[in-house]
């Protein structure tokens, strides 16, 4: 697939929608082909004497991986966001930055996963609404429920 002809880039992270452009992000780079850059920090260790083609082909795909994660992940943050990033060296380091900077700490994830049960749980169908619209209403929510880590069964939502 050409880089090209893929679909837009995720939205650009602005510290609070952390947990939707992580995925939107994780699934952009795995489309890239560099996701392994981030999830595996490889160090690419310098060409020795006389490199045969094949090694010369594997360090250079391997450094242009590298490059290539780090800059799909400068490009995809705020301004405020990427002055912070721009001095750390690898894809893998921005990420973990990122997660541990942005992704918030557990007891407002749980805040925020026990509100949008009760706003689940007392959503009630108006006059107004359609059936279909009162469903996709409810499916939205169960979906950040899902999103935050949290199982939400599809008999719950029914």
């Known amino acids: 697939m050409e880089e090209s002809s893929l679909t837009t880039s995720p939205s650009i992270l602005d510290g609070d ?5 992580a995925v939107r992000m994780t699934v952009h780079l795995q489309a890239l ?3 392994e850059a981030v999830e595996e920090n490889y160090k690419v ?3 020795g004497a006389n490199p ?6 594997l360090y250079k795909e391997r450094k242009t991986r590298k490059a290539k994660a780090k800059a799909c992940l400068s490009a995809i943050v705020s301004p405020s966001i990427l002055i912070k990033i721009m001095k750390i060296d690898s894809a893998a380091e921005i990420w973990e930055y990122l997660k541990k900077e ?7 994830k749980n805040m925020t996963m026990m509100n949008l049960i009760r706003e689940f749980e007392m959503k009630k169908m108006k006059k107004s609404n359609a059936v279909k619209d009162y469903g996709a209403q409810l499916l939205s929510i169960a979906d950040k429920v899902r999103l935050l880590g949290k199982q939400f069964s599809n008999e719950k939502i029914v």
């Open 52 to 57: 045969t083609v094949a090694q010369t082909k």
């Open 33 to 35: 082909d560099v996701w």
């Open 17 to 21: 929608n952390y947990e939707t452009w």
């Open 102 to 108: 942005y992704k918030g700490d557990e007891r407002i």
């Open 45 to 47: 260790p310098p060409l």
